[in-house]
């Protein structure tokens, strides 16, 4: 199993940026796909942006342009570094990661649904006014 625990949220101006960082304890990073998730109250977690241990990365069509996830393995650490904030983004953000095959961890990080990742942090709470 991998733990996970997200740190860097807090409050910003709209067109400011934000990194948030998921440390990961555990299995091998390489084993899982790891991925940033966000929910406002009221709504379903959405899914923002995954990567693979082989590098594939992808990333919700409202954040493509202005959010990267990066992964350092040295550090064990997941980033998502967000640009160009915009109130919209307010929400919780949350750290997941999906373990199995690789070609079945593609298919997750292609699709970014949540009931795909059975690892979850506790949430991180950023806030664009």
């Known amino acids: 199993h991998v733990q996970l625990v997200e740190s860097g949220g807090g409050p910003v101006q709209a067109g400011e940026s934000l990194r948030l960082a998921c440390t990961i304890t555990g299995q091998s990073r390489n084993k899982y796909c790891l991925g940033w998730f966000r929910q406002i109250p009221g709504k379903e977690r959405e899914g923002v942006a995954v990567?693979?241990?082989?590098?594939?990365?992808n990333y919700a069509d409202s954040v493509k342009g202005r959010f990267a996830i990066a992964l350092d393995n040295a550090k064990n650490t997941l980033y998502l570094a967000m640009n160009s904030l915009k109130p919209e983004d307010t929400a919780m953000y949350y750290c997941?990661?999906?373990?199995?095959?690789?070609?079945?961890?593609?298919?997750?990080?292609?699709?970014?649904?949540?009931?795909?990742?059975?690892?979850w942090g506790q949430g991180t709470q950023v806030t664009v006014s």
């Open positions: 997941a990661a999906a373990s199995g095959p690789l070609y079945h961890l593609r298919v997750v990080a292609h699709y970014l649904r949540e009931p795909d990742f059975g690892f």
């Open positions: 990567i693979v241990g082989d590098g594939t990365t």
